[in-house]
């Protein structure tokens, strides 16, 4: 197995980001991306553990990314237990109370609730930002410019989770689209109209013209704003993981169906919602093989698809 060096932790003490908590979300299987990770990497990794390029993993990008933004201790990764083989060098020299590790993958609405709710008993203050560990941001600078000004938004809007929407530079038909409503005031963020999952080609154009704007699934907002939008929509969800014990997270997962917190919760609530438009961060979401190739000219990356995956064309 290919082993990582650990990313360094590096100690923060800007007050005013003490209220701020960040959570990895690192507990996807992978299984679109799986015949080229396996290629990659000679087993079953999903892409959050494996390095596409070479280098770095995504999840050693993210994280790196991320600690730019958010003190370390307060910053969680989100994991499933079956993985453990995959991220355990990885994250070697993270606190064990900062490893959030789900028994199995039960979709993203259990894994957001479950680590809210651990949030919440330790800092009900707190304001927390959600990244997928399986996406890829060209210039960091800009992302960690927009997310200061999401928790800045979050602050003034305490009530409203913010998203981050990319603005689109094709009619994309795997991603989901987030339709923006009216301005805010003070015009920064929109109010969220409604959401367009992986729509048609001829509706992603329409789109596109429209004005609607990619979701990169990444989230900003008050504990407390994430909780209400959760009791809104899955309730038992929710009680199953208020006052848990550890020990018993096994058995709450047993029980517990399994859900899409785009689908089940943000889809469900835009009302509670807010979109911050986003350029230049050359964002990509990494879920398909041919969605990889076709990044590999615009991200600079040294990977050949014909000595990967024959039926798959790096574009020119």
């Not at 309730?235 to 089940?264: C, H, V, W």
């Not at 807010?274 to 879920?287: E, I, K, M, Q």
Request: aromatic letters at 8%.
């Amino acid at each position: 197995m290919h082993r990582q060096k650990p990313v360094a932790e590096r100690p923060r003490s800007d007050k005013r980001r003490s209220k701020r908590w960040g959570v990895i979300l690192a507990g996807g299987d992978g299984t679109r991306l799986l015949s080229l990770t396996r290629a990659i990497s000679g087993d079953d990794r999903p892409k959050q553990f494996c390095s596409l390029t070479g280098g770095e993993t995504l999840l050693d990008q993210t994280r790196r990314r991320v600690s730019g933004m958010i003190a370390d201790r307060r910053t969680l990764f989100l994991l499933t237990q079956t993985h453990e083989r995959f991220y355990a060098n990885q994250l070697a020299g993270v606190a064990g109370e900062r490893l959030l590790t789900q028994p199995y993958n039960h979709g993203t609405a259990p894994a957001i609730a479950y680590s809210l709710t651990y949030i919440d008993r330790l800092d009900p203050d707190a304001v927390v930002a959600f990244f997928p560990s399986d996406h890829h941001f060209a210039n960091d600078n800009a992302f960690a410019a927009h997310i200061d000004l999401a928790f800045a938004q979050a602050e003034m809007d305490p009530e409203r989770v913010i998203l981050l929407g990319i603005l689109p530079d094709a009619p994309e038909e795997s991603y989901g689209w987030i339709e923006p409503g009216e301005s805010v005031a003070g015009g920064a963020v929109s109010e969220v109209r409604r959401f367009w999952e992986k729509p048609s080609r001829r509706v992603a154009t329409q789109l596109m013209r429209g004005g609607c704007l990619w979701n990169s699934f990444v989230m900003v907002g008050r504990v407390s704003a994430f909780l209400a939008m959760i009791r809104r929509t899955l309730p038992e969800l929710l009680t199953s993981f208020t006052g848990m014990q550890s020990s018993a997270l096994r058995e709450i997962y047993a029980k517990i169906p399994a859900a899409n917190f785009s689908n089940d919760v943000l889809s469900a609530r835009p009302s509670d919602l807010t979109v911050l438009p986003a350029r230049g961060l050359g964002w990509s979401d990494l879920g398909e093989p041919q969605r990889v190739m076709s990044a590999i000219p615009k991200l600079n990356w040294n990977l050949h698809s014909e000595s990967i995956l024959p039926g798959l064309e790096v574009p020119a």
